[in-house]
């Protein structure tokens, strides 16, 4: 008898091996990377998500801290073909059920023909079929979890580097490697809660406002939409995968849920000045509809022409769906860092000053 279960959307119930006990629930998503599961396992944009690895073997170099890209595992449970024991200590430690020696790329495969699935897990003694399927029906979509910003943020203002540039990253589950992409170009980073208000921006006069990823949907993050609507024209403005969205919403743009999302890091990207592609780190599951007015699509996906880059020139908005500051995959996109903070009077004036 199995001790672990997986109930999904489509009525089938899959028997796996328990790793780390427990019962949960969440949208059934993947990613095709290799190697980064530290990376993957602590992106807060997998909160309220269930990851599957669709690579066999996960965990064949450790678990080390220093990878990690915040303070706790994400994702609602793990699934994967075999996680070494290193892994499983880590989930099971964390409270996040794990299960394996399940047949990841038919499980892949079947979220890519069919889309985005619920999903229900029972994992440990006693666990059954029927406490899958009572987790399922308990399931939410993503769109349903309204409160979710409230659960990956800071709570308090936290600052990080010491450089002349005074960045306000709208924390809305941003991943550590963003902050640390921009201590590196020397600015100094506000991480601020992911409700603050344009009283506050206002209060710590920043030269550039910068809205992180995050997990769901961007229509469930108000209060950053009406920081970019409040500033836009006035400070130059970023945005990384939901912050990409979020700006987009701000400035007239739409949203939308796609089938299954890009999940990798090999998504390929092109630059519609450059004609350049360049391989991206990817891990949504929205994405801008329509651009509205406002913004110019400057970057598209290679494999289905969605917006991958915006931006208006003229007000100072960059933005890329993707994840220039990789960790993982390639690093191909981090001269993204650059420009924006070349987009700031501080650093305009550091070279008309030369
Ligand atoms: N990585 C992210 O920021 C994800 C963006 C958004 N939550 C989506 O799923 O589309």
């Known amino acids: 008898m199995s001790d672990a279960y997986l109930a999904l959307e489509d009525g089938r119930v899959i028997e ?6 427990g019962r949960t629930r969440g949208e059934l998503v993947f990613t095709t990377a290799y190697t980064g599961y530290e990376e993957s396992l602590t992106d807060p944009s997998y909160e309220e998500q269930v990851l599957t690895f669709s690579y066999p073997l996960i965990g064949n170099y450790g678990v080390r801290d220093e990878r990690f890209e915040s303070d706790r595992v994400h994702p609602r449970a ?10 499983a200590e880590w989930l099971d430690a964390g409270d996040v059920p794990a299960i394996d020696h399940i047949d990841t790329r038919e499980l892949v495969t079947s979220i890519r023909e069919g889309g985005a699935m619920k999903c229900g897990i029972a994992v440990g003694d006693g666990a059954t079929p029927e406490d899958a399927k009572a987790e399922l029906s308990e399931c ?13 943020t800071t709570v308090d203002h936290t600052t990080y580097g010491g450089g002349d540039t005074d960045v306000a990253l709208i924390d809305c589950g941003a991943k550590m490697s963003i902050v640390e992409s921009l201590v590196d170009r020397d600015a100094t980073v506000h991480v601020l809660p992911y409700d603050t208000t344009p009283g506050e921006i206002a209060a710590l006069d920043p030269d550039l406002l910068f809205i992180s990823n995050g997990p769901g949907d961007p229509a469930n993050f108000e ?32 949203t939308e849920k796609m089938a299954f999302g890009h999940r990798g890091v090999n998504q390929p990207v092109r630059d519609l000045d450059s004609g350049q592609v360049v391989m991206t780190t990817q891990n949504h599951g929205y994405t801008v509809g329509e651009p509205g007015d406002e913004l110019d699509v400057k970057q598209v996906n290679v494999n289905d022409g969605t917006a991958e880059g915006l931006a208006n020139e003229d007000l100072d908005v960059l933005t890329r769906q ?21 987009l700031t009077a501080e650093n305009r004036n550091v070279v008309a000053d030369d």
């Not at 793990?78 to 892994?87: G, K, L, P, R």
């Not at 939410?140 to 990956?152: F, N, P, Q, Y």
């Not at 993707?322 to 070349?342: K, M, R, T």
């Open 140 to 152: 939410r979509g993503m769109s349903e979890h309204v409160d979710i910003g409230k659960r990956v």
């Open 223 to 254: 209060a950053a939409e009406t920081l970019v609507d409040e500033y836009v024209g006035d400070l130059p403005i970023a945005g990384i995968c939901l912050g990409q969205q979020v700006v987009a919403r701000a400035l007239g743009g739409t």
């Open 78 to 87: 793990a699934i994967a073909h075999e996680f070494t024991e290193d892994v």
């Open 322 to 342: 993707y994840h220039p500051e990789a960790h993982p995959g390639p690093h191909d996109s981090l001269g993204f860092f650059d420009d924006v903070l070349a």
């Open 16 to 21: 796996a091996r328990g790793r780390a006990p």
